[in-house]
């Protein structure tokens, strides 16, 4: 378990660190990414809105790991400060 946590992480930090495909963002539109990373034990999928990330959810492939999300740091505000930035979050209810 702590392997895939680990592997998790270091594949986040990859992710934080992958740089987007270039694309002319449409006058008067928000430039929307989504990047999907994958190996044989994790699925990784982020969401960044002009170049921040909103949301990244971690799907383990291994049976009986439930899906999480990372909770990324508040835009504006210092990640040191911010309680919540980095923390797992764990999906109870899907509808």
Do not use: N
């Not at 439930?66 to 210092?78: C, L, Q, S």
């Amino acid at each position: 378990m702590r392997c895939l946590l680990l592997l998790g992480t270091g594949l986040i930090a990859a992710v934080a660190h992958a740089t987007p495909p270039a694309g002319p963002p449409v006058p008067g539109e928000p430039q929307v990414i989504q990047q999907v990373t994958e190996d044989e034990q994790v699925r990784i999928e982020e969401l960044r809105v002009r170049g921040q990330t909103r949301r990244l959810t971690v799907q383990p492939k291994i049976k009986g790991l439930p899906a999480y999300e990372i909770v990324p740091p508040e835009p504006g505000r210092d990640p040191a400060q911010d309680p919540k930035a980095g923390q797992r979050v764990w999906f109870s209810l899907s509808f």
